[in-house]
């Protein structure tokens, strides 16, 4: 898995990344009544105790148990998962409980310029314009979607620790994303079944920290079973499926274009709100069009790279085969001709 912006779409990889949104999209919803009960940790801890086993069970009938081994890079899966399920997931509820959720969709919609600038900073390649303009044209269909058309009605209530902490939870995620190219001869199913072992890893350390504290909020029995129909969701489609289908999906995309698909989750919060009952704005429509316009702005003259890099080298080697007509030039002019008196035994040239 690599970075490179030269990765092709396919079918499956728009699938699975508009998959991976639409699950967490409609998590988002499903989760505030249960945060009502329970704190950010310990709803991590939920979440990733239960579906980091189940990717390891399906890495080991998948792809078998020698799988399993992290091969020496425990170390970096633990820091890598540690980033991803723990920081971004801890770092984004928590900050969205202190504001609002229009500032959460916002600073969400900031990932892929989080992505941009960190592969320019690690690469020295600036990415493309057209890059910069489906960001900025995400990011206002964003605005103007959470807010319906109205983004000064913001102003009163931004919060600068909120936003620090969704931008900082925001550039975990980027992280992980991106970590996933220091396996290039993983599977998809691989790097998510034991960064998220990781992962797991850190969120308990950091609840046993947070547990001496008592700052954790732990539900009663009573309680945690009216929760499970919810948690089910938030384990199952919005951790287990979408994580993995967000990790397949940039396998072949690339993290740059694969976090546009970020965008969708307001998205999906949106149709979630219609299946409601809601009804829609002039500037949520707006909105909405401005993001779907990002996402094509963005593919925009993109063309593999490495079939073309591949035909180059083909014609290469096929021009390297042809011979120098001034050589067998030269060659016929000191070759006795075979139609020359004394050379029966001499052979054409051509």
Same mark, same amino acid.
């Given at each position: ?102 500032? *959460? ?18 690469? *020295? ?18 605005? %103007? ?19 620090? %902490? %969704? ?58 079973? /009216? ?83 591949? /035909? ?39």
């Amino acid at each position: 898995m690599n970075d490179s912006s030269a990765h092709g779409f396919t079918w499956v990889a728009v699938a699975s990344l508009t998959l991976a949104t639409f699950c967490w999209g409609a998590a988002f919803p499903v989760a505030a009544p249960v945060l009502q009960h329970m704190d950010p940790i310990t709803l991590a801890l939920c979440r990733y105790g239960i579906a980091a086993p189940l990717f390891l069970a399906l890495l080991a009938w998948r792809e078998g148990a020698a799988r399993l081994s992290p091969q020496g890079h425990g170390w970096r899966l633990l820091g890598l998962g540690t980033l991803g399920f723990a920081g971004f997931n801890l770092l984004m509820f928590q900050g969205v409980n202190l504001s609002r959720p229009e500032f *959460g969709a916002i600073v969400m919609a900031l990932q892929p310029l989080i992505a941009g600038l960190i592969h320019w900073a690690r690469s *020295g390649r600036r990415p493309a314009t057209r890059s910069f303009i489906a960001l900025g044209v995400a990011i206002v269909g964003v605005v %103007m979607l959470t807010t319906d058309g109205q983004p000064a009605r913001l102003a009163g209530q931004v919060s600068l620790l909120p936003i620090l %902490m %969704m931008i900082t939870g925001g550039t975990c995620w980027v992280l992980y994303s991106m970590g996933a190219a220091a396996f290039p001869g993983w599977s998809p199913l691989r790097y998510t079944a034991l960064s998220s072992t990781g992962g797991v890893l850190g969120i308990v350390i950091i609840a046993l920290v947070f547990g001496a504290a008592g700052a954790l909020h732990i539900p009663d029995a009573a309680r945690f079973v /009216s929760l499970l129909p919810a948690l089910s969701f938030l384990v199952l489609p919005s951790a287990v499926i979408a994580v993995l289908c967000w990790n397949q999906g940039l396998r072949h995309v690339g993290t740059q274009s694969g976090m546009l698909f970020i965008n969708l989750i307001p998205l999906t919060a949106l149709a979630v709100g219609v299946a409601r009952g809601h009804t829609l704005g002039a500037g949520e429509l707006f909105g909405a069009a401005l993001i779907l316009a990002s996402l094509a702005i963005n593919q925009l003259e993109r063309r593999p790279a490495a079939p073309a890099t591949a /035909s180059r080298r083909h014609w290469t080697a096929a021009l390297s085969r042809v011979p120098d007509q001034g050589r067998l030039r030269r060659s016929a002019c000191t070759t006795t001709s075979p139609y020359s008196a004394g050379s029966s035994s001499a052979k054409p040239l051509l």
